[in-house]
C-alpha cells in the first residue's frame, strides 16, 4: 500500500499561531517539525547502509524505496516549513546549523552503523505513534488547513512506512539490547533537540519556558487529544516488548483513509 507522493503544501496564509490560535502548542509542533529534515536524512543514510544485506527479499527493497522517497519529500516539506518561519520572523538558521553539524558532523561519526539503524527504527516508532495520534485527534482537524495538510500527509505516510527501518534492523542485529540501546539514543536525542528548539522558539516569541508550559497545560484540551508526551511514553514502553513489532497494531486503515480523502498538489 505504499506510494511516494510527490506533494508540495502551500504555508502562505497560516498564522502566527497556527494551531487553532494556542500559542505554545505552536511552538512545540514547529519545534518538532524543524528538527524533520536532518533527522529523515538520517533515517535514509541509515537504512541505505545496509541495502546490500537485504537485497534478497524484493518485497523489503520495494518497501525501502519506498521509504526513502517518502522521507525524502517530507524533510523537502518541512525544510519550507522551516523557511516559512523565517517569514514569520523567527531565526532558526543558527539553530538548525548547530543541529546539522552536531548530529551529523559528531553524533552520526560517533555511532556504529548498527546503532544508527537501530536509533532509526526506534525514532520511527515514534513518528509513528505521534501520527497515529494526529490522525485520530479532533484537535487536529481544527487547525489550520495548511499545517494541517502538511501534518497529516505526513503522518499518513509515517504509518505506511513505519515497520521498514524495523525489519531491516531485524534482518541485520535481532539482538534486543542492540534494539533497546536504539530506544535510549533515540529517545534522548529526540528529547533533548525538541526542547531546545521549542526553547529557541517561545524566547523569540517573548515567552519564557515556564510560561510556555503554563500555557500549555491550561490547553490541555480536556481530555480531547493526547499529549505529545502521553504518546512518547507509551511509545516507548510499546517498544521494550520483547515480542514488539510495529505491525503488532495495525492501524493502516487510519492511514488509507486519510490519504484516500486528501487534495494532493504535487511538487514541480
Ligand atoms: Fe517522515
Ligand atoms: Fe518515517
Redesign the pocket.
Known amino acids: 500500500m505504499m506510494q511516494v507522493r510527490n506533494v508540495r503544501i502551500p504555508f502562505g496564509a497560516a498564522p502566527r499561531y497556527w494551531f487553532s490560535g494556542r500559542r505554545a502548542a505552536t511552538h512545540l509542533s514547529n519545534a518538532l517539525n524543524l528538527l524533520?529534515p536532518v533527522?529523515?536524512r538520517f533515517?535514509i543514510r541509515s537504512v541505505r547502509h545496509y541495502v546490500d544485506r537485504v537485497e534478497d527479499d524484493p518485497e523489503l527493497m520495494d518497501q525501502i524505496h519506498c521509504f526513502f522517497g517518502?522521507?525524502g519529500?517530507?524533510?523537502r516539506e518541512?525544510q519550507r516549513f522551516a523557511s516559512f518561519l523565517e517569514s514569520q520572523g523567527y531565526e532558526v538558521r543558527p539553530f538548525l546549523d548547530d543541529y546539522e553539524r552536531l548530529m551529523s558532523g559528531i553524533v552520526e561519526r560517533l555511532m556504529p552503523p548498527v546503532l544508527r539503524l537501530s536509533a532509526t527504527a526506534a525514532c520511527e516508532h515514534f513518528?509513528a505513534s505521534l501520527a497515529d495520534n494526529a490522525l485520530r485527534s479532533p484537535v487536529f482537524q481544527e487547525m489550520h488547513t495548511e499545517v494541517k495538510s502538511l501534518l497529516l500527509w505526513?503522518a499518513a505516510?509515517?504509518i505506511e512506512?513505519k515497520a521498514v527501518a524495523y525489519d531491516v534492523l531485524r534482518r541485520v542485529d535481532s539482538r534486543y539490547a542492540v534494539r533497546v540501546a536504539g530506544l535510549a539514543i533515540a529517545t534522548t536525542l529526540l528529547l533533548v533537540w525538541w526542547a531546545m528548539a521549542f526553547r529557541m522558539l517561545v524566547e523569540q516569541d517573548g515567552m519564557t519556558v515556564g510560561e510556555a508550559l503554563a500555557d500549555l497545560r491550561s490547553t490541555e484540551l480536556d481530555g480531547r487529544h493526547r499529549t505529545p508526551q502521553d504518546v512518547i511514553r507509551s511509545a516507548f514502553k510499546e517498544y521494550l516488548a520483547p515480542g514488539f513489532h510495529p505491525w503488532n497494531h495495525d492501524n493502516s486503515a487510519l492511514a488509507r483513509d486519510y490519504i484516500e480523502t486528501m487534495a494532493l498538489t504535487e511538487a514541480a
Open positions: 524533520f533527522g529523515e533515517f517518502q522521507e519529500n517530507h524533510a518541512h513518528t505526513h505516510e509515517e512506512h
